[in-house]
């Protein structure tokens, strides 16, 4: 028994292991059976806080909301012009620094320093209505078409309509309007103004 032990603590110095040889007898005289090596318990890691749980695909991504009057810049810029008939665009520019949406037709309505000039909006699909999304930056337009010839009981002598200095125009979906010059002279044939769905400009 000495001989045995004398062994077994030549090869822990040896090899610096925690190891065990045979069997040897415990304080009451009964064999006990030692391990032949140190066992470590599984460990048990836990998830990573970087780890996104099972489905989830990260963080949630906020809704793209409606381009109202708050974050868009109007102007409306003439394009054409003959036979009586002009023709223009209301173009609209998302001035905020997320994106925004838009789709469908904008309200638009003639004004000038006494206030609302009579204005008959007549909406036109060319195009019609398609949504979009503007980045910050981006623009969209509606075609606008209109007559300067008098019709009906208007004045063929002077302005056929009181001449508007600006325009409210409402967004799509929207309440609020915003307010662009308007410098291109009456319209006539009582304010009737033909305008198209907005589309990327």
Same mark, same amino acid.
Request: aromatic residues 4%.
């Given at each position: 028994m000495t001989r045995r032990l004398i062994a077994c603590g030549l090869v822990l110095t040896a090899? &610096?292991?925690?190891?065990?040889?045979? @069997? *040897?007898?415990?304080?009451?005289?009964?064999?006990?059976t030692?391990?032949?090596?140190?066992?470590?318990?599984?460990?048990?890691? &836990?998830?990573?806080? @970087?780890?996104?749980?099972? /489905?989830?695909?990260? %963080? !949630?991504v906020p809704a793209v909301k409606r381009c109202d009057s708050a974050v868009l810049k109007g102007e409306v810029a003439?394009?054409? %012009?003959? &036979?009586?008939? *002009?023709? /223009?665009?209301f173009v609209v520019t998302n001035? !905020?620094?997320m994106p925004c949406t838009l789709n469908g037709y904008s309200g638009f309505q003639?004004?000038? &320093?006494?206030?609302a000039v009579p204005t008959k909006l007549e909406r036109k699909a060319d195009p019609g209505p398609a949504a979009m999304t503007l %980045?910050?930056? /981006?623009? %969209?337009?509606a075609n606008l078409h209109w007559g300067v010839v008098p019709s009906g009981n208007e004045p063929v002598e002077g302005p056929c309509q009181p001449?508007?200095?600006?325009a409210a125009a409402i967004?799509?979906?929207? @309440?609020?309007?915003?307010?662009?010059?308007?410098?291109? /002279?009456p319209v006539c044939s009582g304010g009737r103004i033909e305008i198209s769905a907005f589309y990327a400009s």
């Amino acid at each position: 028994m000495t001989r045995r032990l004398i062994a077994c603590g030549l090869v822990l110095t040896a090899f &610096a292991a925690v190891t065990a040889c045979g @069997t *040897r007898s415990s304080d009451n005289g009964s064999p006990q059976t030692l391990p032949t090596s140190t066992s470590t318990p599984p460990s048990t890691t &836990a998830p990573s806080s @970087t780890e996104a749980p099972a /489905g989830n695909s990260g %963080a !949630a991504v906020p809704a793209v909301k409606r381009c109202d009057s708050a974050v868009l810049k109007g102007e409306v810029a003439p394009t054409d %012009a003959g &036979a009586g008939n *002009r023709y /223009g665009k209301f173009v609209v520019t998302n001035t !905020a620094t997320m994106p925004c949406t838009l789709n469908g037709y904008s309200g638009f309505q003639l004004e000038n &320093a006494s206030g609302a000039v009579p204005t008959k909006l007549e909406r036109k699909a060319d195009p019609g209505p398609a949504a979009m999304t503007l %980045a910050p930056g /981006g623009k %969209a337009a509606a075609n606008l078409h209109w007559g300067v010839v008098p019709s009906g009981n208007e004045p063929v002598e002077g302005p056929c309509q009181p001449e508007a200095s600006k325009a409210a125009a409402i967004p799509p979906d929207e @309440t609020a309007p915003l307010t662009v010059p308007w410098t291109l /002279g009456p319209v006539c044939s009582g304010g009737r103004i033909e305008i198209s769905a907005f589309y990327a400009s």
